[in-house]
Nanobody
Framework: QVQLVESGGGLVQAGGSLRLSCAAS????????MGWFRQAPGKERELVGT???????DYADSVKGRFTISRDNALNTLYLQMNSLKPEDTAVYYC??????????????WGQGTQVTVSS
């Protein structure tokens, strides 16, 4: 059983930066594909980006060039560096741990989320 705890959210002005962290425990962190998701009020949860086991990262078009995902397997921690923040980035941000099963990526573990609010 993997436990995930996000931190680093807060209130920031448009154009500012925040760094989110996701601390993992209870499993072998390096084995998992890690993802960042977000959910804004009244909207569906969306994928922000993915950190694959081989250090490859993918991003949603809406954050590409502004957000960077990294992971420290020695510290069992996933990061999301968010720069040039926009009001539309306001959401609760979640990290998740998953595995590739067959040809599908399945996220089995989720954190509780951290609020990011970007003021205009």
């Amino acid at each position: 059983q993997v436990q995930l705890v996000e931190s680093g959210g807060g209130l920031v002005q448009a154009g500012g930066s925040l760094r989110l962290s996701c601390a993992a425990s209870g499993g072998t962190f390096s084995r998992y594909v890690m993802g960042w998701f977000r959910q804004a009020p009244g909207k569906e949860r969306e994928l922000v980006g993915t950190s694959w086991r081989a250090a490859q990262t993918d991003y949603a078009d809406s954050v590409k060039g502004r957000f960077t995902i990294s992971r420290d397997n020695a510290l069992n921690t996933l990061y999301l560096q968010m720069n040039s923040l926009k009001p539309e980035d306001t959401a609760v941000y979640y990290c998740a741990a998953g595995q590739v099963i067959g040809i599908s990526l399945q996220y089995d573990y989720w954190g509780q989320g951290t609020q990011v609010t970007v003021s205009s």
